[in-house]
């Protein structure tokens, strides 16, 4: 039993370094800003912030409320004017701006902004200029001389009235010499737009021309980027998902090549994604650049192209905006986009997160409540666990029964240990006892409780999910704080001290599970254990309230399993209650000694 506390200790101790290290690094360790190198001095003079200085949520989003004002007021000015083609899809809504040819308004209709059911659809794209600026752009570079291009001034013919899944609408613009540019763009139910750019040359001799695909974003109105979920720059290349740089790499390099094919590339969030894809096999090159002020640019450059007299050069990108809705996903995948599913940052673990995820959104789509499901779920987990845990007691009754062998060992050879180790692996052996056997059920629970911890935290499909009373979304922290009388009080504690009901009750139920357990005879062990059920009350309060759904419930489950199970060894509990009377008397007897 001395053992199996120490690996308690141990892993739980490991766990809570595990998810707190990002919080304990942020609150204790505040990072400075990074040195920019001497030829980015123009760039970062330029920005007028340093970069990595930008305020970022989970969700993200603008958070200061002049910026969102301004955002506001903007809005209502540039989609009031009629130089736009109206989008309207499932997935999507908006307009595409004729100067410049930009998509620079989308909404993603499935999906609200807020939790308030009124606050209207999540935001995506917004026009250049205004403070969430972020916007796609197709056109072409010259590889030659003397030909006239479309730019981001240009004003383009539109033959079409609305952009929508049956409906494609297609730019026009002739610069006069003989050459003109279109580009059809078509969209999908869901978050995929096609853009297919063609050029027509009537002139007397040969263009050379490169196309080109462009994102622009601010940084401004990022997700957070932490240790388990990277919010910035990213893509798949040589098929393979690259979850980096990081804004504040490429603002101190300014400019990122990215090596090998490219498969995909664009922007990150925890919820939200953008994403340009190029035609297979078309030996794209990319890279992300920042342009200071903190907009950066993630560029798509195809190989340079001979459009000869008399004819016409195509090519196609796919811009993928939208939610990172993991069917959805899926099915881009399925459908030739390489490793698209893996666009949402499962991590190292996503063999078995994958597995816990589809099967909650089971649960979900048969009763309807995530927090119902993640309660069923934890029904399942415990249930397959449950011969483990019988398995595990009968172990913990064997040990016990060993014990007087084992002192008698330990006795005989207290002056040798190599001895002592190898009888006690005989009398192990003999008995067919095994001392790590109480240990299995912990150790599963670790990746289940972790895939879990990344589930909750990366699926757009728990995003604003309601439970019961005040828990309005399973995905955020419990809102009902205890320290400001349940929202009574005009303020917000610090996340560390936002006890909610749920953390409170995850204490509550951690420290009846500890006093079920055998009480430990080491003081040191015995104020562990009384302290770490309200060390994990104040971790685990910042977590979003499924996971403390799942951990109150797998506790509660755990206490109902022990009490069954000592019920049928009756002999540990009956040790377990004298190991907590000889704690208190060993207590009393060090008091009087001191």
């Not at 079409?160 to 999908?188: C, E, H, M």
């Not at 990215?258 to 925890?270: C, E, M, P, Q, R």
């Amino acid at each position: 039993m001395s053992n199996q506390r120490n690996i308690v200790v141990a892993v739980v101790l490991s766990g809570l370094l595990l998810l707190g290290w990002d919080f304990a690094m942020r609150w204790f360790y505040p990072q400075p800003a990074q040195p920019v190198r001497t030829e980015q001095v123009e760039a970062s003079q330029a920005s007028g912030t340093a970069a990595g200085q930008a305020k970022h949520t989970r969700e993200g989003g603008l958070t200061d409320a002049a910026d969102i004002a301004e955002e506001e007021r903007d809005l209502a000015t540039e989609l009031k004017s009629p130089a736009r083609v109206p989008i309207t899809a499932p997935g999507l809504s908006g307009s595409i701006n004729l100067t410049g040819a930009m998509i620079d308004d989308l909404t993603i209709t499935r999906h609200r902004a807020h939790v308030e059911k009124d606050s209207g659809p999540a935001r995506l794209f917004s026009p250049a200029g205004t403070p969430a600026q972020y916007f796609a752009q197709f056109g072409w570079a010259g590889a030659g001389e003397g030909v006239d291009l479309p730019g981001r001034a240009t004003r383009w013919q539109v033959e079409g009235d609305r952009l929508t899944p049956k409906t494609p609408v297609t730019l026009v613009w002739a610069n006069g010499a003989g050459q003109t540019f279109s580009i059809r763009y078509a969209i999908d139910d869901n978050y995929m737009i096609t853009a297919t750019q063609s050029v027509t040359n009537r002139g007397a001799s040969p263009i050379v021309l490169r196309p080109v695909a462009q994102l622009n974003r601010t940084e401004r109105t990022a997700s957070a980027d932490t240790w388990n979920v990277h919010s910035g720059p990213f893509g798949a290349f040589d098929q393979a998902v690259s979850f980096s740089p990081n804004y504040k790499d490429v603002a101190q390099a300014g400019k990122i090549d990215n090596a090998g094919s490219v498969n995909w590339l664009g922007f990150t969030d925890i919820y939200w994604m953008t994403a340009l894809i190029p035609t297979p096999g078309s030996a794209a090159s990319s890279d992300f650049r920042a342009l200071g002020k903190g907009i950066y640019l993630a560029d798509l450059f195809y190989q340079p192209v001979t459009v000869p007299a008399g004819k016409v050069v195509t090519r196609t990108t796919q811009l993928f905006a939208g939610a990172k809705e993991s069917r959805v996903l899926d099915a881009y995948e399925n459908a030739g986009v390489a490793k698209f599913g893996l666009a949402i940052d499962w991590g190292w673990f996503r063999w078995f997160e994958r597995p816990i995820f589809l099967l909650l959104d089971k649960l979900f789509s048969l009763t309807g409540n995530f927090g119902v499901a993640i309660i069923l779920l934890t029904l399942i987990i415990r249930g397959l666990m449950f011969p483990i845990a019988q398995r595990q007691f009968a172990s913990m009754a064997a040990m016990r029964a060993l014990q007087p062998k084992l002192k008698a060992l330990q006795e005989r050879y207290k002056d040798d240990k190599p001895k002592l180790q190898q009888e006690t692996m005989a009398l192990y052996k003999k008995e067919k006892v095994n001392p790590l056997a109480g240990c299995l059920p912990l150790i599963i629970q670790i990746p289940i409780f972790f895939a879990l911890y990344k589930t909750l935290i990366l699926t757009i499909e728990m995003r604003h999910q309601p439970f019961v009373l005040w828990i309005k979304d399973l995905s955020a922290p419990d809102p009902a704080k205890i320290l400001n009388l349940f929202g009574l009080l005009p303020f917000d504690p610090p996340s560390f001290l936002g006890i909610g009901i749920l953390a409170l009750l995850l204490g509550i139920t951690m420290w009846l599970q500890f006093r079920l357990n055998p009480a430990a005879l080491d003081p040191v062990q015995q104020q562990m254990f009384a302290i770490m059920p309200w060390v994990l009350m104040f971790v685990m309060a910042p977590f979003a309230a499924g996971l403390l759904i799942y951990w109150n419930t797998s506790n509660i489950l755990t206490i109902a399993q022990q009490w069954y199970l000592y019920r049928q060894h009756p002999q540990l509990k009956e040790q377990a209650e004298k190991d907590r009377v000889d704690a208190a008397r060993k207590r009393e007897r060090d008091k009087a000694g001191a």
